[in-house]
Structure formats: C-alpha cells, structure tokens
C-alpha cells in the first residue's frame, strides 16, 4: 500500500508540472521571444510533457499494445468514432442551454476570439497529431495505468477528469471529459494505439469539417453527411449493443476498488484546484 501511494504521489506530481509547466511557458516565459503563436504552443507543450514523459518512460508505464488487449474491429471502430464525434456535437449543441443556466447563477463567458476559418499547417500538425500522442500517452498511458490498481471505473472516470480540466476552457474541456471517457474505456479494452488512433481521427475532424462547412455548398452537403451517417452509427450501434447484452466497455470488477486512497490524496487535489481555478479565471465572469 505504501508503495502504491508513493507511486500515486509521483504520478500526481509529474501531472501537476505538466499543467504548471505548460502555463507558465506559455503565458510567462515564451511571451517576451516574440515567437510565431503556432511554434510557442508547441515548444510548451513538448517542455512541459517531458517531466511526466521520462517518469512514464523509467517506470515502463506506457504499453502501446498490453498483453491481455483485446482485437479491436473496424466497425467498432467506427461505431467509438461516430459516439465520440455525436458527444462532440451534443456539447456544441447544449451550449445555448449551457449559458442560459449560467447567466441564471450571475456567471457569464468571456467571448473567444472568432476563428478566421484557417488553420496554419504547424497548429493542424500539433491539433491532428502531435497533440493526440501527447495527451494520450499522459492521461491514457501514464495517469490512466496508475490509477488501473485502484479500480478501472475510477481511473477511466478520474484521468477523464484531469485531461478535460487540463484543456483550461470550458467548452473544449466538456468535451475532452466525454470522450476521455471513451478513450479511457478504449485504452482498458483494447489498447493505448487504439486511443491514439481515435483521438487523432477526432482532432482532424474537429479541424476539417468546420473547412468544409467554410467552403462552398459542396463541402455544407459534405459536413451535414457526415453528421448524419455518425448518428446513425452511433444509434443502431448502441441498439445492437443493447440488445445483444454486449459491451465493448470493460467491466469494472478486474481491479479492486479503493477509492479512498485516491480522492484523498493531497497530491490529487493539488492538480485538480489548480487546472479548476485557471480554467475558472480565463473562462467565467461575473454578470
């Protein structure tokens, strides 16, 4: 027991530099060098990960391919892809409902700056792909595997917490909780690849489609395609799940669960203040 609470208290530390480290460079350090906007997020964000990355790396915590991984299937696949992207939307979507809710509690948010309906080639490299690997191989491959010993439910839901805070927007990281839950299942059932993969075909959607919708009447018919074919992927997938009694999740009772260990650590709560007060400070004003 001792040894796993030193293991937790490492894990929690590495994550509390990878999101401290992050926003220090990147709101303090990099700043003054003038560099191209695109080129400082990622700098920051490779320096950041390193801490946490060379802690995965020495404890061989990372397995691309864990040894009891199940076989994941292409309609599979494509079902956890139409799931993830109808979250994705359904957030979209609620975001009305959302402010209305808020603006009720006298809180409001503060507008982001309107995208010019470009993305440059080094910021679609960073949100298509290198972000993915990052974030996967830190909150799947590291924080999620840590926490495996203290029940799967609870590590899938607790890394899910983490990776959506860490993201320091409200919306963007409604979102990153949802389907990190969904990567998290992924990651138990089948393997971190697998998360990779669908983290990075749900990013480079997130950056198309809003290109098609932009471009001209073909790309609109393209964009509203897509939405309906991942719902009805997503619907009949889950009718199917249903009533076959299946699941593609993994069930809960491989680990034991002891989830007082974890929601009581010091270490926990030091990371999870610290991304909630950023994210509160950059997104929430009083109305």
């Not at 560099?35 to 964000?45: F, S, Y």
């Not at 309609?75 to 009305?96: E, K």
């Not at 290198?130 to 799947?140: S, T, V």
């Not at 959506?164 to 990153?176: T, V």
């Amino acid at each position: 027991m001792l040894q796993k609470s030193h293991s937790l208290t490492a894990t929690w530390l590495c994550l509390f530099l990878y999101s401290g480290l992050f926003t220090l460079l990147q709101e303090v350090l990099f700043p003054p060098l003038h560099l191209p906007g695109d080129l400082t997020v990622i700098v920051c964000a490779c320096l950041a990960a390193l801490p946490i990355l060379c802690y995965g790396a020495r404890t061989g915590t990372c397995k691309l391919y864990p040894a009891n991984a199940q076989r994941l299937s292409i309609l599979t696949f494509f079902y956890l892809v139409s799931l993830d992207f109808i979250l994705n939307l359904t957030v979209s979507l609620s975001s009305p409902l959302i402010e209305r809710i808020l603006r009720l509690l006298g809180i409001g948010l503060r507008e982001a700056p309107i995208p010019n309906g470009s993305t440059s080639p080094l910021l679609a490299f960073y949100i298509c792909l290198l972000g993915p690997i990052l974030e996967e191989l830190i909150y799947r491959g590291i924080v999620l595997q840590k926490l495996l010993p203290h029940g799967t439910r609870l590590a899938i839901i607790l890394s899910a917490v983490c990776f959506g805070l860490m993201h320091h927007d409200f919306y963007q990281g409604l979102s990153a909780f949802l389907v990190g839950i969904i990567y998290g299942f992924i990651a138990v059932r089948y393997s971190l690849m697998a998360s990779i993969g669908l983290h990075i075909l749900n990013n480079s959607m997130a950056t198309l489609l809003p290109m098609l919708k932009n471009s001209e009447t073909a790309g609109s018919l393209i964009t509203i395609l897509i939405f309906l074919f991942a719902l009805i992927f997503a619907l009949v997938g889950s009718i199917l799940a249903i009533r076959r009694k299946s699941s593609i999740f993994p069930a809960s009772t491989t680990f034991p669960d002891c989830p007082g260990d974890v929601l009581m650590h010091p270490m926990l709560w030091l990371v999870l203040l610290f991304d909630a007060i950023y994210l509160a400070a950059i997104n929430f004003i009083r109305i």
